[in-house]
């Protein structure tokens, strides 16, 4: 029963389909259009150039002579007592405590050159700092910032002491701050302050 039934529904579906009739359409006619000619743009009415409006100028920054800054604050530290002369010391490069931006690269330089003829200390120089931060992997712009990162450092490059600055307070105007520690024990054994010059 259920085959006849299946056979009639398709039977029934065959004798529908060919009851339908298809129309064909016939496609829309194409007409050929003519080319137009193009017509000018008009150009829009012309304004009057005012002047262009003069632009402020940014106000100069100020600028810190380091080297007047810091010469004070290490020639007090060449001069203290309990300093081995002929000792290697590491510069470590000026932290950033201020408010602003602060150029650091100028005010360790400053440092540096300061001490470069003291007759007191040896420095450690900049590619011998560059090879012990690689050794230790850091990175070659790495600012320690930290004393105990300063005194590991120190000690890869056999120095016996370490010069820990830092700048706080009011960028424009930073105050100074220095410490020299001993490597073997991290004691700082001389410590100063002082305000940046103009």
Sequence with gaps: MIRSLQRSGALLFALMLTGCVIKQQTPAPVEPTQPTTPTQPVPPPTQPQQPPETVPQPPKLKTINWS????????????????????????????????????????????????????????????????????????????????????????????????????AGDVKSPTLQMQLMLVQTGEIIWSGNGVAQP
Aim: proline share 3%; charged share 15%.
């Design 68 to 167: 007047a800054s810091v010469q004070p604050l290490v020639a007090n530290m060449v001069q203290s007592a309990g300093v081995n002369p002929g000792s290697v010391l590491m510069v470590d490069r000026i932290k950033n405590s201020t408010n602003g931006a602060l150029q650091s690269d100028k005010a360790t330089d400053a440092i540096q050159n300061a001490l470069a003829n003291n007759g007191k200390f040896t420095l450690v120089t900049p590619e011998q700092l560059a090879q012990a931060k690689q050794a230790l992997g850091l990175s070659a712009d790495d600012s320690l910032n930290s004393r105990s990162k300063a005194i590991g450092l120190a000690r890869n490059v056999n120095a016996q002491y370490v010069l820990y600055s830092n700048a």
